[in-house]
T-cell receptor, first 112, second 114 residues
Framework: GESVGLHLPTLSVQEGDNSIINCAYSNSASDYFIWYKQESGKGPQFIIDIRSNMDKRQGQRVTVLLNKTVKHLSLQIAATQPGDSAVYFCAEQKTSYDKVIFGPGTSLSVIP | DTGVSQDPRHKITKRGQNVTFRCDPI?????LYWYRQTLGQGPEFLTY????????KSRLLSDRFSAERPKGSFSTLEIQRTEQGDSAMYLC????????????FGPGTRLLVL
């Protein structure tokens, strides 16, 4: 859903199902895109990244897709587990060691 | 635990007081970043250091904010004359600064200004 004020978009999934979290980024000049996971009371934790010259990258249970034409980034989590419940942020950088520019978060809730 | 530590983890202060936060990055990391995160939002960049040199400051970093990294290791972020709008989570991150090197974030310092 839409985020209004302090309300994060929320995605609820059943344990074992696949999750897809979407994000639109703003800067065509960004070369590096990252997904972070943030649990309550903790700092953001790196999940996976992708360079602008790639369309897809896979990790363990996670896949990131990049569509530069429409400036869209998505994170797919396979076989979602309760431990995946957190806020997920997409982020971009001009270079891999530049400041990180975070997008809006999505709260993922996994139903056991 | 990423290896980046921050102290204190929580700070409650009265408006007008000064506060100082500390960040200890991963030991071989020469780049250190400060971010601020308000409730329901993603972190926003404040400033960063390469070794002891402060190379970039965001316009979010008003004159009341100052950051240092005197020996190129730990860093401090000071807020003078705190205001209620300063209430936020202050995050520190570090990286070696090499190509394709991710930033590792600390647990943050949560500041509440009453």
């Amino acid at each position: 859903g839409e985020s209004v004020g302090l309300h994060l978009p929320t995605l609820s999934v059943q344990e074992g199902d696949n999750s897809i979290i979407n994000c639109a980024y703003s800067n065509s000049a960004s070369d590096y895109f990252i997904w972070y996971k943030q649990e309550s009371g903790k700092g953001p934790q790196f999940i996976i990244d992708i360079r602008s010259n790639m369309d897809k990258r896979q990790g363990q249970r996670v896949t990131v897709l990049l569509n530069k034409t429409v400036k869209h980034l998505s994170l797919q989590i396979a076989a979602t587990q309760p431990g995946d419940s957190a806020v997920y942020f997409c982020a971009e950088q001009k270079t891999s060691y530049d400041k990180v520019i975070f997008g809006p978060g999505t709260s993922l809730s996994v139903i056991p | 635990d990423t290896g980046v530590s921050q102290d204190p983890r929580h700070k409650i202060t009265k408006r007008g007081q000064n506060v100082t936060f500390r960040c200890d990055p991963i030991s071989e990391h020469n780049r250190l970043y400060w971010y601020r995160q308000t409730l329901g939002q993603g972190p926003e960049f404040l400033t960063y250091f390469q070794n002891e040199a402060q190379l970039e400051k965001s316009r979010l970093l008003s004159d009341r904010f100052s950051a240092e990294r005197p020996k190129g290791s730990f860093s401090t972020l000071e807020i003078q004359r705190t205001e209620q709008g300063d209430s936020a989570m202050y995050l520190c991150a570090s990286t070696r600064g090499e190509s394709q090197e991710t930033q590792y974030f600390g647990p943050g310092t949560r500041l509440l200004v009453l």
